[in-house]
């Protein structure tokens, strides 16, 4: 039975990993697999374990009691997702990231290039990788002309969107998992993570700045006098980034879940928004007969009905389908296979023999099949110890080992939906450059943690 469940998993992977060449949206595979595999679970009667931390064994639960643990967690990562998505949205409506064209004063390809991709870095780690990309895509746009000098431009976006979001724990989705699973806190991830990352995007844009692509100057096609929308875009915008980077504050201070943090963020920056677009929406409107035009110029209900539900219901589908193998006991079986097969190429990381080549072979995987099941899967196999140097590696490795592939992450997929980016091209153009990005990254984070292991 358990051969079964496993190549279930596997088509399901194979069929995520397939999306561009199925044509099927991977939230589907995705819902399919999970529903499956706690069926199967449920009417086997098979036996559903979790892992003591403690004792790091397995122990005997009940189905329900299980699924619903597991159902926790994951609604712990949608519901701040949700909240995450809702502001972003909410400072798009009064056209916020406008602001950042106010940044943009040069027409030097290089200065250009820099000015772009360390835009990338920075918003990557505060409103989310995918969301940074999109911006600067769509400034781009407004601003270089010539297309195959844009392709490069967002080629080396994409890489910096990425290594931008491997150091935060609300730049990711993958490293808000770790850090809502407790492997990691906000504070020790920056510490070992931030360095290599600049590494990761400065590197290829050093190099490419070289490029003879890069040579020259742009002409400017974006109207200099171009006015936001309204006069609250820059309050809303520096509101909205507050309130995302006060999530980690509110965990530090009352040790609640991020999405309890999230959430109160929203509600402060839903009360600015409300009151700067003069709605007039009320609850007791809302119940009467003319609701139907109720909350149209509601900023909250314009963002909530804008958020990305296809990415909610696919992270819902992948972690609930890796939680079914977890709670079979088959990843922490795995895990102790891996780490006992797998030669230790690195520093010995405290309590843990976690393998780095292990570590780098799943920033290669990120690069090939999405990383979110990839990351779902170690935190169900590999029982560390909160903040130990592994699990920083495994946010570092799954967030920039996409970008050598343009479909290897999420920033790298909507780059290529808006500009129409080839596979083989960025493959040719960009790829070369990630993969130094990655390995430099890589070489510095082991330098960094044999240094902080021997200082400690």
Known sequence: MEALLIIIFIV????????????????????????????????AHLNVYEVNTLTKSLELHHLEGVLLHHLGKTAEILVFLLGAMTIVEIIDYFDGFSTIKSYVKTKNKVKLLWLFTTLAFILSAIIDNLTATIVLITILQKIVKE??????????????ANAGGAWSPIGDVTTTMLWIANKVTASSLIIHVLIPSIFCYAVPTFIASKLSVFKGDIEITSEKDEKPKTKFSATMFYLGLAGILFVPIFKTFTHLPPYMGMMLSLAIV????????????????????GATNIGIHSPIHHSLSKIEMPSILFFLGILMAVAALESLGMLFEFAGVLEN????????????????????LLGAGSAVIDN?????????MFSIPLDEPAWHFIAYSAGTGGSMLIIGSAAGVVAMGMEKINFMWYLKKIGWLALLGFLSGFVVFVLLRDFLLNAS
């Open 147 to 160: 297309k195959e000098v844009r392709l490069w431009y967002a080629g080396l976006i994409v890489i910096a």
């Open 270 to 289: 839903s009360i600015f928004a409300e009151y700067f677009s003069g709605s007039k929406f009320s609850v007791g409107d809302a119940s009467s007969g």
């Open 341 to 360: 097969s797998v030669p230790f190429l690195g520093t010995e990381l405290q309590s843990t023999h976690l393998s780095d080549l292990v570590v780098l």
């Open 12 to 43: 399901g992977y194979l069929a995520i990993a397939l999306e561009h060449n199925l044509k099927i949206d991977k939230l589907i595979p995705a819902l399919g697999m999970m529903a499956i595999l706690w069926a199967i679970i449920a009417v």
């Open 372 to 380: 979110v099941p990839l990351v779902a899967a170690s935190i169900g």
